[in-house]
């Protein structure tokens, strides 16, 4: 499923938070987005997922504005996880992953489908929670409450998930458990995954893609190997830095001092 920005134009107010961005997701692949502090990447984010309707600019899905979708239909070709959600009381696991069923159901029809129970099954097994299913949300660790999570927008069964800073929060296990998963669920079902990222090393071990915000536009898109060079560090973050290849061909990057 494609998904295209045009000329995104975004405001809060009187600031402007995006201008003139363009930028072209790759199907199937995961693309993080990076950028300094409050250089518009969750804004990207909530507007090529529909999220935001106050922009200027097009956001294309299939070729197709994506506000040209009614909420249910869209609901089912996009699933969006931002950066805090809040966990009803009292609620199980299992609960809360059936909750990403919403976008197929109705007034007139409530009850659970087989095809509602196999996604939550699904979901609970792509995000190693199965086992957790009869457990409150509120009792489970921080890395358990973001598979959670996870599982509960991958029941509704998107061709793009959306990521805001899935990690933040957690413990380096538990990061990169999550980021495992994220790895698993786009290498067995080649869904498109856009997420948000502050670790650059993890952004480069984990994404096929990085797009680069910065002073309101894209700044850059490319591999991680193309993007990731010192200058680029030097540009956007002012950051020194030793950049090499890692024992799995990847590339990581080494911060030495602040320019």
């Not at 997701?25 to 090529?48: C, E, M, Q």
């Not at 007139?108 to 129970?117: A, N, V």
């Amino acid at each position: 499923m494609s998904l295209e920005v045009k000329g995104l134009y975004v405001t809060i107010g009187d600031k402007i938070i995006l201008e003139n961005a363009d930028v072209t997701f790759s199907d199937g692949k995961i693309t993080s987005v990076i950028g300094p502090n409050g250089a518009g990447k969750s804004t990207l984010l909530r507007a090529a997922s529909g999220i935001n309707e106050k922009i200027k600019g097009q956001v294309l899905l299939d070729g197709r504005d994506i506000h040209s979708y009614s909420r249910p239909s869209l609901a089912k070709k996009i699933a969006v996880l931002p950066q805090s959600s809040v966990t009803p009381s009292d609620i199980t696991v299992e609960q809360l992953v059936d909750y990403g069923r919403f976008p197929y159901r109705s007034w007139l029809k409530k009850s659970d489908s087989k095809e509602d129970r196999e996604a939550v099954e699904w979901a609970m097994e792509a995000t190693r929670i199965n086992l957790l299913r009869k457990r409150q949300v509120s009792s489970l660790s921080g890395g358990e409450r973001q598979r959670a999570w996870i599982a509960m927008a991958l029941a509704q069964k998107p061709e793009i998930l959306f990521l805001d800073e899935p990690t933040t929060y957690l413990d380096i296990a538990h990061q990169l458990e999550v980021l495992e998963i994220i790895r698993s669920i786009n290498k067995e079902w080649g869904m498109t995954i856009i997420m948000v990222m502050h670790d650059l090393n993890q952004a480069a071990r984990y994404s096929h893609e990085l797009v680069v915000v910065k002073d309101k536009s894209i700044y850059q898109q490319g591999s991680p190997d193309k993007v990731l060079t010192k200058k680029f560090l030097a540009d956007v973050f002012r950051v020194r830095a030793e950049v090499f290849t890692g024992p799995d061909g990847g590339i990581i990057f080494n911060p030495v001092s602040v320019y």
